[in-house]
């Protein structure tokens, strides 16, 4: 009888180790199941809603490694370039918006944001040393209280070669120690700059537009090189990805961006139809118009004008280029690169769009996008200095184009 009753006790206590055993293997399997659910769910959350940009601290401390490295001499040994204060990452087919200003002129960058939903990179010259240390405070303070520049700018700063750029104390910054959003540091740089004409710096050091342009847009695929001080139309960077992405048939060909200026920025247009309205009453007109009409008619703003709406961003029509045109593009591949010896005013765009046809691009002028310089540019007064440096860069030009004939040796074209 005892016998039986342990063997009906081991029985049940193997019955239910069995069972026990089971249970765990379905747990396991459950867990596995949810597992493999829970990634796919990720991934496709992941797909519409990209990864944190990085953290504060991140950003600061890729800030103070930046300027640790003492910068490097560019070509000329006159200034000294400090790559990545900020940087973005990238998808190796994204169309990056590159800029360059002077301190003072950091203010557009929040309308910039505002308009432009991909990566930005912006070269920043500092003409004194008094700049380069404010440059690097607001550099500091804007990756602290802004995330959209933690999660799209990336950040160069170029200064005079005898200049250092300092790490920021967090004691020194003053004011700005005491900000606590994204708009009061743009707020509080409005109050102590004074932003004007980029060239314009009041110094004996000249602007070094072409190097600022080359920093900004390096590393990119696709790039649509601007003045700061321009605004592009809403919708422009998904428009170009979206074509960019259906095709790959640009390779080769310059996406020219019309650019018009307006006579008051308060409100700028946000699609063609408004432009249109403007420019039909002459509060719009086409970019250099009261300068350089000949820089931006090939453009051809009539038949732009006039084209049918369509709901699509497209090249609409192809214009052989013709000194001295000198559009806003956007193009990937073997783009040249602007000549860094034209410095200043005159003729530092026009030089690389010269190479740009001369290299075998084509120039095709997108149908709905376009670009707003805020305020009518009107004739330029310069003092003798500056006067005395674009009589140099129209030299250099006529230079230039003889040099292109023998690096481009077999191109059938001419500037």
């Known amino acids: 009888m005892q016998m039986s009753y342990a063997i009906r006790c081991a029985f049940y206590q193997l019955l239910l180790a069995a069972l026990m055993l089971v249970?765990?293997?379905?747990?396991?399997?459950?867990?596995?199941?949810?597992?493999?659910?829970g990634q796919e769910e990720q991934d496709q959350y992941f797909e519409f809603f990209p990864p944190s940009p990085r953290s504060v601290d991140q950003v600061k401390a890729q800030l103070r490694t930046a300027l640790a490295s003492g910068g490097v001499l560019d070509a000329s040994g006159d200034y000294r370039v400090y790559r990545g204060l900020l940087k973005t990452t990238m998808d190796p087919n994204d169309v990056i918006l590159a800029t360059h200003a002077s301190v003072d002129n950091l203010l557009h960058l929040s309308g910039l944001l505002e308009r432009w939903e991909g990566p930005l990179s912006v070269s920043v010259f500092a003409a004194t040393?008094?700049?380069?240390?404010?440059?690097?405070?607001?550099?500091?303070?804007?990756?602290?209280?802004?995330?959209?520049?933690?999660?799209?700018?990336?950040?160069?700063?170029?200064?005079?070669?005898?200049?250092?750029?300092?790490?920021?104390?967090?004691?020194?910054?003053?004011?700005?120690?005491?900000?606590?959003?994204c708009q009061e540091v743009f707020d509080k740089l409005a109050r102590v700059a004074q932003p004007g004409i980029n060239y314009a710096l009041g110094t004996n050091v000249s602007y070094p537009n072409n190097l600022l342009r080359n920093l900004a847009r390096e590393?990119?695929?696709?790039?649509?090189?601007?003045?700061?001080?321009?605004?592009?139309?809403?919708?422009?960077?998904?428009?170009?990805?979206?074509?960019?992405?259906?095709?790959?048939?640009?390779?080769?060909?310059?996406?020219?961006?019309?650019?018009?200026?307006?006579?008051?920025?308060?409100?700028?247009?946000?699609?063609?139809?408004?432009?249109?309205?403007?420019?039909?009453?002459?509060?719009?007109?086409?970019?250099?118009?009261g300068l350089c009409t000949p820089c931006q008619a090939p453009t051809n703003y009539s038949r732009w004008v006039n084209l049918p709406e369509e709901s699509l961003l497209r090249p609409s029509y192809v214009v052989p280029w013709q000194d001295p045109w000198e559009p806003f593009y956007v193009a990937g591949g073997k783009v040249p690169t602007f000549d860094e010896r034209f410095?200043?005013?005159?003729?530092?765009?026009?030089?690389?769009?010269?190479?740009?046809?001369?290299?075998?691009?084509?120039?095709?002028?997108?149908?709905?996008?376009?670009?707003?310089?805020?305020?009518?540019?009107?004739?330029?007064?310069?003092?003798?200095?500056?006067?005395?440096e674009n009589q140099h860069n129209k030299i250099l030009y006529r230079q230039f184009k003889q040099e292109l004939k023998t690096k481009y040796p077999n191109s059938p074209r001419r500037c």
Not at 251 to 267: C, H, K, Q, S
Not at 350 to 355: F, Y
């Open 219 to 289: 590393g990119a695929n696709y790039a649509l090189v601007i003045d700061v001080d321009m605004v592009p139309s809403e919708g422009l960077w998904r428009g170009l990805r979206e074509m960019l992405d259906q095709s790959n048939q640009w390779g080769g060909t310059a996406l020219v961006v019309p650019a018009f200026e307006i006579r008051r920025a308060r409100r700028m247009p946000m699609n063609k139809n408004e432009l249109v309205q403007l420019y039909q009453v002459g509060e719009v007109r086409p970019f250099y118009y």
């Open 343 to 388: 410095r200043q005013y005159g003729f530092n765009r026009i030089s690389q769009a010269c190479e740009l046809h001369m290299a075998g691009f084509d120039f095709e002028v997108l149908n709905e996008g376009f670009l707003v310089h805020k305020g009518f540019k009107e004739a330029l007064k310069f003092h003798p200095q500056k006067e005395a």
């Open 129 to 181: 040393k008094e700049e380069a240390q404010l440059a690097t405070v607001l550099a500091y303070a804007l990756s602290s209280h802004c995330p959209d520049m933690r999660a799209r700018v990336a950040m160069h700063l170029v200064c005079p070669s005898r200049y250092e750029a300092a790490v920021p104390d967090p004691r020194e910054p003053g004011e700005f120690a005491l900000l606590r959003s």
């Open 23 to 37: 249970a765990m293997l379905q747990l396991l399997y459950l867990s596995l199941l949810s597992g493999l659910h």
